[in-house]
């Protein structure tokens, strides 16, 4: 029996059985077509033609610079970092990465930038000093904005920051900040290698708030090793009196074979499936409880935060942070392994040290793949982005934009929705494709059956992609 549709932004239906049923590997879609499918064809020269056929283009655009220094591994990691405490490497990356901005400023520095995103790797593993030779710099290459409306955001590692590091980045134009903080229990942290207090984090985040950053967004989590619901719990109770604005909750994959440092975690001590989805259920359930909204795919948020009015206002997006405001539709990736999404193009530069800042130092762009977004991608795109962000597709605006039979173009997709139509997932009308409280947790199992890539099965190696839940 098909189970009746409820339309609700800010309540999910916590139906652990029924997710059971649909745990999958598939992308978190903060790009479509997804990172798995750049390739070498795309190359520097493509990025340079696209650049300077844009010089007309004054819209505001998003930069991301990718620190990828670590102090200590996190045994969990799955982000690409250099784990080291040589830090004359930093004087390496500092003096490839003011090429490499002079190299995009020259295409790009005549618009203005509305976004920045300083992230790791770990940010603030530079000293004060560095931070604002890179803001420096930042600011020769590019037009920086100085309005209160920009969203120049750092992740910081409690770890590495003292109240002094806090006031500085607010002097250097920062106003949000996004904290690492994965979990609060000793035991959990111990077997992730990665010890920070709770009251060492309390008195950051009062410092956060003393100067008046507009957003602080905690990292959170589950499937770590040693974790339970009852361990868990001690946490979120923390996270809560913190009163972060946002809260990232995500699934840990335990894909060993491809990030050598989560060897160090036995196995042994993983919770369960069911375990993982019951901290899941609680977690969420909590979250809500406390006044938070789910905006979907991992994130939740303070009532009133700009991603719940964003998505109110259509203006909700993904990128490679995850959910953002719409104030940009390019971004311009720096440093090693950072992607760029420019016009129909997605790029991504090399992602160790050397061969990224040797082939800057022969003035190229560090490029080394992307792809050429096809007009079959842009629609797709627009389909799986309409779910994800707005929770509802409007099929005949969606054929007048890309002049086509929406149910003749898509009827494999729709044909695959069987189930989750029957599970009161979606509902599918001749004018909508709306999706339902049930449906809200399972938005990438969803936006999945408009994949051409991954309906043609390609580019799913094994461990390509983390469970769906
Ligand atoms: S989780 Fe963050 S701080 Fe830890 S090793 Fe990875 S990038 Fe570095």
């Known amino acids: 029996m098909a189970h009746p549709i409820q339309q609700s932004p800010a309540d999910p239906d916590w139906d652990i059985n029924l997710i059971r049923n649909y745990d ?5 879609y903060t790009s479509y077509p997804t990172a798995n499918l750049f390739n070498e064809s795309f190359t520097a020269e493509d990025y340079v033609k696209l650049a300077e056929g844009e010089q007309s283009n004054i ?5 991301y610079v990718h620190v990828p220094f670590c102090r200590d591994i996190c045994y969990y990691c799955a982000c690409n970092k250099i784990v080291t405490r040589k830090h004359h490497l930093v004087r390496q990356y500092l003096d490839a990465l003011s090429l490499e901005m002079e190299l995009r400023g020259a295409l790009h520095s005549h618009r203005p930038v509305s976004q920045l995103h300083l992230g790791g790797g770990t940010p603030t593993y530079l000293k004060e000093a560095e931070l604002t030779e890179l803001m420096h710099h930042l600011s020769t290459h590019f037009r920086l904005s100085d309005k209160e409306t ?9 770890r590495t920051v003292t109240e002094d590091t806090i006031a500085l980045l607010k002097g250097l134009g920062f106003n949000r900040i996004s904290m690492g903080i994965q979990d609060f229990d000793p035991l959990v942290q111990q077997s992730i290698n990665r010890t920070q207090s709770p009251a060492m984090v309390a008195g950051l985040v009062q410092n956060i708030r003393d100067h008046h950053f507009t957003s602080l967004s905690f990292d959170l989590i589950y499937g770590l090793p040693n974790q339970s619901v009852t361990s868990f719990k001690h946490t979120v109770d923390r996270v809560i009196e913190m009163s972060p604005d946002r809260i990232a909750l995500y699934n840990y994959a335990h894909l060993p074979s491809l990030f050598s440092n989560q060897r160090a975690i036995d196995r042994q001590t993983l919770p369960s499936a069911d375990t993982k989805l019951a901290i899941l259920e609680y977690v ?3 979250l809500i409880d406390a006044g938070y909204d789910y905006i979907g795919m991992d994130h939740f948020v303070r009532p009133g935060d700009e991603l719940e009015i964003a998505r109110q206002n259509n203006r909700l997006q993904r990128n490679f942070q995850g959910y953002s405001t719409c104030l940009a539709t390019d971004l311009i990736g720096l440093g090693p392994s950072a992607i760029s999404q420019f016009g129909d193009s997605f790029s991504q530069n090399a992602k160790d040290l050397d061969p990224w800042s040797e082939v800057i130092e022969q003035g190229k762009l560090p490029i080394i793949r992307g792809l050429q977004v096809t007009e079959e991608d842009k629609l797709r795109k627009h389909v799986i982005m309409s779910l994800a962000c707005q929770l509802t597709l409007d099929i005949a605006a969606t054929e007048q934009q890309f ?5 003749q173009h898509f009827a494999e997709s729709l044909a695959s929705m069987g189930d989750f139509e029957r599970d009161g997932l979606v509902e599918i009308t001749p ?14 199992n969803i936006c999945m059956s408009f994949d051409q890539y991954i309906q043609a099965g390609r580019g799913q190696g094994p461990g390509r992609f983390s469970r769906t839940i």
């Open 24 to 28: 999958v590997a598939g992308p978190r």
């Open 59 to 63: 819209s505001p655009m998003s930069l």
């Open 150 to 158: 920009r969203e120049y955001s750092i992740e910081i590692d409690p």
């Open 284 to 286: 969420g359930r909590r």
């Open 403 to 407: 002049g086509i039979d929406f149910n």
């Open 431 to 444: 004018r909508h494709i709306n999706v339902s409280k049930r449906g809200r947790l399972l938005l990438r």
